[in-house]
């Protein structure tokens, strides 16, 4: 299998935060959500990744390559959306596509424009003017506009309205249609990649906890609620971790048929993306 | 080349968000000047005001890419951090240069207007000279400091490190003249100011070639 991205053993160790071994090999046509809440080392991961914080531990190889020896042609073929950084406020649309067309000499001036208009973005209006949501949009339409093969994306849907964010999840599916390209996406609304990636990791404190296909999850996973007086009826080992909310146990399991046939009268449904980080990262 | 023109226009588009108080400051130093000019000549005074006032403006360009932490998405695109540095230093280079220039320009204009002619236009040039590299020595001083400490943070050191440097040259002359002083009276100043174009080109060179080095080094260990 050919990867865009692999990450091998990543540590990186802060004062009062450590990165712990993260391993993420994304396959060209593939696009792998990190998951994890706020803190957790998604944008650590990110940042190492691109080549912005230096790290004490593993490697890092984009299009087979070790990140800090790629040639401007090949970083070229990188599109980044940042949640927390872009261009000064004080520019519009127009000045954007002046300056990265001297950036990158792939540069689709007519995708720019075009999707400038399908996004209803406004040419002539300083970003300031911006709300978060037209903001996303125009760092995701620079992150595509140059044509890249392997976007890394670091909460793209933050403050888009339901409308953009089905918009956006289609125009990441076309992009990776072509099977060659790929997208890393790190997030805390997981309901956006329920339908958009092929894996899912989960990610916190630093470390991995659980890295998995989608269709593992849909296929194999599944959450049993259960009121507090049947608790103690699922022994510890037919299940992963247990989370108590109000008067309810959530239990996430890793193989619901196995478990159907051990509590036949229990109802095992599929877990959501969030369910299962909240049962993750909060259960026990 | 076109990254750093890229990075160039970028920095130049600061001065878009004040351009309406640009407009009006040299309109007010046109006529500031023309008025000064009825009375005296000015033309070293005009060009140096242009050069303090707008020569200094590229400051502003750091707080901008502070505020949208614009380096961290700068160096994700296919910009390297010897560029983003390379670009900053061109573009206060070029703007005291463009400032102190436009200042020349319009001075002279206006003192031939109104005056019919500049006097000793030599020796105002020079002190045009001397004022632009004064101002090149500061701005030298400033971007490492604000490349380690950033432009809030740096804000003092900025003040305190040229401080410093001039107080430790004046200490160092002092001792000079009180151990040499035959030293003084050997040194023609007049000759000194007469060849003073080609110290300050000399001086220019070696703050900017220092300082940028300094702030390179900064900036390729600066975790972002």
């Not at chain 1, 914080?53 to 490697?59: N, V």
């Not at chain 1, 890295?211 to 049993?224: A, Q």
């Not at chain 2, 390379?86 to 703007?95: A, M, Q, T």
């Not at chain 2, 000194?192 to 080109?201: D, G, L, Q, R, T």
């Amino acid at each position: 299998m050919e990867y865009n991205l692999e990450v091998l053993n990543l540590t990186k160790n802060y004062q009062d935060f450590h990165l712990e071994n993260i391993n993420i090999k994304l396959p060209k046509g593939q696009i792998i959500g990190l998951i994890g809440e706020n803190g957790s080392g998604k944008t650590t991961t990110i940042k190492a990744i691109l080549n912005l914080i230096t790290y004490d531990k593993g490697s890092i190889k984009i299009f087979g390559k070790d990140n800090y020896n790629l040639t401007k042609e090949e970083r070229e073929k990188i599109g980044i959306v940042l949640d927390d950084s872009f261009f000064s406020p004080i520019l519009d649309a127009n000045d954007i596509n002046k300056l990265m067309k001297n950036f990158y000499h792939n540069w689709n001036e007519k995708l720019y424009f075009d999707t400038l208009k399908k996004f209803k973005i406004p040419y002539n209006k300083p970003l300031k003017e911006f709300s978060s949501g037209m903001k996303m949009k125009i760092k995701v339409l620079c992150a595509i506009a140059h044509e890249p093969k392997l976007l890394i994306l670091d909460e793209p849907t933050n403050g888009l309205d339901p409308i953009f964010r089905y918009e956006i999840i289609e125009l990441f599916n076309n992009f990776v249609s072509n099977k060659e390209n790929s997208i890393l996406m790190t997030t805390h609304i997981t309901s956006d990649l329920e339908h958009l990636v092929n894996e899912v990791i989960f990610i916190d404190e630093g470390k991995i906890i659980l890295d998995i296909p989608k269709v593992k999850i849909d296929n194999e996973y599944g959450i049993i609620e259960v009121l507090a007086n049947n608790f103690s009826q699922i022994k510890k080992d037919d299940y992963i971790k247990c989370l108590k909310y109000k008067n309810e146990y959530y239990f996430l399991v890793n193989s619901k048929d196995e478990f159907q046939k051990k509590y036949p009268k229990l109802e095992i449904r599929k877990p959501t993306l969030e369910e299962m980080m909240l049962i993750l990262v909060k259960g026990e | 080349m076109n990254t750093i023109k890229g990075l160039l226009l970028k920095n130049l588009y600061v001065f878009k968000n004040f351009k309406g108080n640009i407009i009006f400051s040299i309109c007010m130093f046109i006529f500031l000047i023309t008025l000064g000019s009825m009375q005296s000549d000015i033309f070293t005074v005009g060009s140096i005001l242009f050069l303090i006032f707008f020569g200094m403006n590229s400051i502003s360009s750091f707080s901008y890419d502070e505020n949208a932490d614009s380096d961290k998405y700068l160096l994700s695109l296919p910009i390297t951090r010897k560029e983003v540095v390379l670009s900053k230093y061109l573009f206060v280079f070029l703007n005291s240069f463009i400032s102190i220039l436009v200042g020349i320009l319009v001075s002279f204009i206006i003192t031939v207007l109104v005056r019919g002619k500049v006097n000793n236009i030599g020796d105002s040039l020079r002190i045009c000279f001397l004022a632009f590299t004064s101002v090149s020595f500061l701005m030298c001083a400033n971007v490492p400091c604000i490349y380690k400490w950033g432009v809030e943070k740096g804000r003092m050191q900025s003040v305190i490190i040229p401080a410093l440097f001039i107080f430790l040259l004046g200490i160092f002359g002092s001792l000079l003249f009180i151990l040499f002083p035959q030293l003084y009276l050997n040194i023609d100043l007049l000759y000194v100011f007469k060849i003073s174009p080609y110290i300050c080109f000399a001086l220019n060179i070696l703050f900017y070639g220092i300082s940028y080095l300094i702030s390179l080094k900064i900036f390729l260990k600066k975790s972002i």
